[in-house]
């Protein structure tokens, strides 16, 4: 096993929180290194995959589906709609709401993050088989289950 870190005190080397703490802070390192090469942010990819994968939604429904708080998503809307990303268009059935829509442009570049989070995932988790990659997923799947549902 390779070492966990020479400074950190060996009773938190074998602690799961930590080890998960301290992967978790790579991992956000190297994921946002590859969205900050398309000029974006996490908060911008979940937006449009969920666009992607569930078609055009208004700002609160994409906020709740997205985890996003509705002031962000107000500022990353109005960044995706700056770069041709995404289209704003009154929602016909309620005038007072806005429909949020993936351009070409926008589905494209949904496409390209995906790539790169696929990317990251494989740079991550290299020194794990594919069988301990899907352990591991499936192990954390049911952590974050579990700890959701409380």
């Known amino acids: 096993m390779e070492s966990t ?10 602690t799961p929180s930590w080890l998960l703490n301290q992967t978790a802070s790579h991992a956000a390192r190297l994921i946002g290194e590859g ?3 398309h000029g974006l942010r996490g908060y911008h990819y979940r937006l449009l995959a969920a666009l992607a ?3 055009p939604a208004s700002q609160a429904d994409l906020g709740r589906r997205c985890g996003i708080d509705r002031s962000d998503v107000v500022a990353a809307i ?6 041709g990303l995404v289209v704003r268009a009154p929602d016909p059935a309620d ?4 429909v949020i829509s993936l351009t070409d442009a926008g589905t494209g570049e949904a496409d390209r993050m995906g790539e790169t989070v696929e990317r990251v995932q494989r740079d991550l988790l290299a020194p794990l088989s594919t069988d301990e990659r899907d352990q591991l997923t499936r192990l954390l799947t ?3 289950d579990h700890h959701t549902r409380h």
């Open 53 to 55: 994968e569930g078609g």
């Open 35 to 37: 969205f900050a090469a």
């Open 5 to 14: 870190g020479p400074q950190s005190p060996a009773g938190l080397r074998t």
């Open 95 to 98: 005038r007072r709401r806005n």
């Open 78 to 83: 109005n960044d995706l709609a700056g770069r």
């Open 142 to 144: 049911r952590l974050l």
